[in-house]
């Protein structure tokens, strides 16, 4: 690691930070004719996540120029493999690509089910719907909420896909972690850091959702909050960053994807429903998405849009979804992974990946 001191840096500032180096087992050593660059070479092996924070907020320190030998924990260190992450049938990372689909909101109990046994039959492994919705208006829909949870317990129960649902609020992360094995963080909350850490203690997979102006750096050190809690099930997912042309609701990041493929080992997903806020996008988005090196797709469908409480502009059918399905398997079978799909998966889909594993 290397530090630059302010030039107004005294002595016994540069005494202090020797000390502080020794004792969490850094040899300091001054460089330039000033001495104003410090390097830091930990004594025993690798230095430990997270140390430049114990240098760097120093009232003398200018910054830190370097601290690529101090890794953080969703850092692809180079040569570490992705890193694998399997929640019930599915698997994102490395070879395997998921599917996750189900409607924005979760309303009645009929229609989660209907939707939820379509997805599946089509190759979907996780079921989403949303119980607490964050809207930008207080006055739009807000969720079925615990009700909600419920109904998204017995469905899951009932169709044997494991749930994908958001949590908006500290206090509801141990009742939304008893009926979801995801917890979705939204992009309006990624820097929510208390409830990252809820989130992170559950022990649940984390899906983390990039923030609509948040950079990749940010998305990462916001993954950071849960993995330094010693969670290490988190999975990251590009939703669309702000733009400024309405033609579509955000604006699909695809450069951010194929980065964070490269920085990170963890798995990175995208949903593509977000980042169009239309339907006719969807797929062209998933193919973008799938091509950049994302490990998964977030897609949402309804049976019925013209009938959905939110986000009906944007959601598919189930038909449409079986397509975009058997696209998603064909598509990661040129560069050499597999679409992982329910055994039972009915459509060609399911075939498709079926045919990828033999
Ligand atoms: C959602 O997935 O339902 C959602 C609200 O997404 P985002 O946080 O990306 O807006
Ligand atoms: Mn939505």
């Given at each position: 690691?290397?530090?630059?001191?302010?030039?107004?840096?005294?002595?016994?500032?540069?005494?202090?930070?020797?000390?502080?180096?020794?004792?969490?087992?850094?040899?300091?050593?001054?460089?330039?004719?000033?001495?104003l660059?410090?390097?830091?070479?930990?004594?025993?092996?690798?230095?430990?996540?997270?140390?430049?924070?114990?240098?760097?907020d120093?009232?003398?320190?200018?910054?830190?120029?370097?601290?690529?030998?101090?890794?953080?924990?969703?850092e692809?260190?180079?040569?570490?493999?992705?890193?694998?992450?399997?929640?019930g049938?599915?698997?994102?990372?490395?070879?395997?690509?998921?599917?996750?689909?189900?409607?924005?909101?979760?309303?009645?109990?009929?229609r989660?089910?209907e939707?939820?046994?379509?997805?599946?039959?089509?190759?979907?492994?996780?079921?989403?719907?949303?119980?607490?919705?964050?809207?930008?208006?207080?006055?739009?829909?807000?969720?079925?909420?615990?009700?909600?949870?419920?109904?998204?317990?017995?469905?899951?129960?009932?169709?044997?896909?494991?749930?994908?649902?958001?949590?908006?609020?500290?206090?509801?992360?141990?009742?939304?972690?008893?009926?979801?094995?995801?917890?979705?963080?939204?992009?309006?909350n990624?820097?929510?850091?208390?409830?990252?850490?809820?989130?992170?203690?559950?022990?649940?997979?984390?899906?983390?959702?990039?923030?609509m102006?948040?950079t990749?750096?940010?998305?990462?050190?916001?993954?950071?909050?849960?993995l330094?809690?010693?969670?290490?099930?988190?999975?990251?997912?590009?939703?669309?960053?702000?733009?400024?042309d309405?033609?579509?609701?955000?604006?699909?990041?695809?450069?951010?994807?194929?980065?964070l493929?490269?920085?990170?080992?963890?798995?990175?997903?995208?949903?593509p429903?977000?980042?169009?806020?239309?339907?006719?996008?969807?797929?062209?988005?998933?193919?973008?998405?799938?091509?950049?090196?994302?490990d998964?797709?977030?897609?949402?469908?309804?049976?019925?849009?013209?009938e959905?409480?939110?986000?009906?502009?944007?959601?598919?059918?189930?038909?449409?979804?079986?397509?975009?399905?058997?696209?998603?398997?064909?598509?990661?079978r040129?560069?050499?992974?597999?679409?992982?799909?329910?055994?039972?998966?009915?459509?060609?889909?399911?075939?498709?990946?079926?045919?990828?594993r033999?």
């Amino acid at each position: 690691m290397l530090l630059r001191l302010r030039p107004s840096a005294t002595t016994s500032d540069r005494e202090a930070l020797q000390r502080l180096a020794r004792e969490h087992g850094y040899e300091p050593s001054f460089l330039g004719e000033q001495g104003l660059v410090v390097e830091l070479v930990r004594r025993s092996g690798v230095p430990e996540p997270g140390d430049r924070v114990l240098f760097e907020d120093l009232s003398f320190v200018g910054g830190v120029l370097d601290s690529s030998d101090a890794p953080e924990r969703a850092e692809r260190t180079r040569g570490r493999a992705d890193t694998i992450l399997r929640v019930g049938e599915a698997a994102f990372g490395g070879p395997y690509v998921a599917l996750i689909a189900g409607p924005c909101a979760v309303e009645d109990e009929g229609r989660l089910l209907e939707i939820a046994l379509a997805v599946r039959a089509s190759g979907a492994t996780l079921l989403r719907g949303g119980a607490f919705k964050p809207r930008t208006s207080p006055y739009s829909f807000q969720g079925a909420g615990r009700e909600g949870l419920e109904r998204l317990g017995r469905v899951s129960a009932e169709v044997g896909l494991p749930v994908v649902t958001e949590v908006l609020d500290p206090r509801d992360v141990e009742a939304v972690a008893a009926v979801a094995e995801v917890l979705q963080i939204g992009a309006r909350n990624m820097s929510n850091f208390a409830l990252l850490a809820e989130a992170a203690q559950s022990g649940k997979t984390v899906l983390l959702k990039r923030g609509m102006m948040a950079t990749a750096r940010e998305l990462l050190l916001a993954a950071e909050h849960v993995l330094a809690r010693g969670n290490e099930r988190v999975i990251l997912c590009e939703r669309g960053v702000r733009g400024f042309d309405k033609v579509t609701r955000n604006v699909l990041d695809v450069g951010t994807i194929a980065y964070l493929k490269r920085a990170t080992h963890l798995p990175v997903i995208v949903d593509p429903s977000h980042a169009a806020g239309r339907a006719d996008l969807v797929l062209p988005l998933s193919k973008a998405g799938l091509a950049a090196g994302a490990d998964g797709l977030m897609v949402e469908v309804h049976s019925n849009p013209a009938e959905a409480r939110s986000d009906g502009a944007q959601a598919i059918s189930p038909a449409d979804f079986a397509e975009l399905a058997t696209t998603a398997a064909a598509l990661v079978r040129l560069d050499g992974r597999r679409l992982v799909t329910c055994k039972e998966a009915l459509g060609t889909a399911g075939k498709a990946a079926e045919g990828a594993r033999s």
